[in-house]
């Protein structure tokens, strides 16, 4: 099932969760709404649930306005960090719960609803629990069966807002993966909420950031990490350094001197240069680069992050060594960034750089 968000506004009192929505998932598609706490996920994937109401714009099912229409109209299977399963009911009896409440004209004959009860708990790896009660579950056995639950009915399109948000990374890491294979396997149009980067990243086949209620960037895992439009998804998305510059006929320079970055077709001004820590070379000398004094240093992983001061103004930025680099040990660092992007100041709008060419030191 194919879902248009047209415009979408949300209202609550005086304040807009969501400001001018528009996004269309694919059928078939896992999408990430990824953001920071209180952008708006849970707020549109509500609307899409038929939860809640736009207060402008409309969600389309193919090619239905289901703006107005109730939960069970849309057909949607949902799954929330805290989903409470029934606790007096078995297993068996949660998973089938959806299309036992059905009315008796559309209602599976009794049989047949347990056979799918049990086929789904086969699906998501539960088969020989049938019999069991919530509570004689492990947190991530419960949220196998909230999303068996959810899958129950069939539904058009399958809403999670943060499943595994509750569980510990190991069983987030396994559940993550496991819950791409029934994706792939069921083919259903899922909408899954995450705060978790990493989670979006590798799960989706489309990332939608978000941030104050407005849609930043829709793109692939590799489209918002290697091309960021905008400084927050740069920020938001892996790590990153900024430095104040500005740009002087086509080239950037911090403070009073030129750091080697050629910027054509940028107009002159103020703008903010961001890199990614791990994606710069070092250099010996500084004829045309960013040098600065070695701060405090960390390790991550195989690696070693350095933060370095730069220029009068003590400007800090973090860069990556190998552990073992002999640059590691200097008090005086002096390194060009290799893959950047300038982000012009007091425009809303970037202005990109495309092929960005370091200039001959
Ligand atoms: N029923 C409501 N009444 C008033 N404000 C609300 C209501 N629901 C959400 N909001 C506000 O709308 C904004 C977006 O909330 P939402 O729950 O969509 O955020 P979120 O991105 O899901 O955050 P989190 O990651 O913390 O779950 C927040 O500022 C929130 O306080
Ligand atoms: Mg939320």
Known sequence: MELGIRNVQKEFGGFTALKDV??????????????????GKTTLLRLIAGLDFPTGGNVFFGDEDASLKSVGERNVGFVFQHYALFRHMTVEDNVAFGLNIRPAATRPPKHEIKRRALELLD??????????????LSGGQRQRVALARALAIEPRVLLLDEPFGA???????????????IHDATGHTTVFVTHDQEEALELADRVVVMSQGKIEQVGTADQVYDNPVSPF???????????????????????DRSIGLKAHNVPSGSAKLYFRPHDIELLDGCGGCIAGTAGVSRRVAGTKR?????????????????VDHPAASRSRIAFRPRRWKLFQDDIEAPNEVALPQPVAA
């Open 167 to 181: 569980l510990d990374a190991q069983v987030r890491r396994e559940l993550r993966r496991w819950l791409r294979e």
């Open 233 to 255: 998804v740069y920020g938001f998305i892996g790590d990153s350094s900024v430095l104040p510059v500005r740009v002087e006929h086509g080239e950037v320079w911090f403070e």
């Open 22 to 39: 528009s996004l269309d998932i694919r059928s078939g598609e896992l999408i990430a709404l990824l953001g920071p706490s209180g952008s």
């Open 123 to 136: 699906l998501v790896q539960l088969s020989g629990l049938a019999g069991r009660y919530p509570s004689q």
């Open 306 to 322: 350095v933060e370095l001061a730069i220029g009068g103004a003590g400007h800090r930025v973090e860069i990556e060594l190998p």
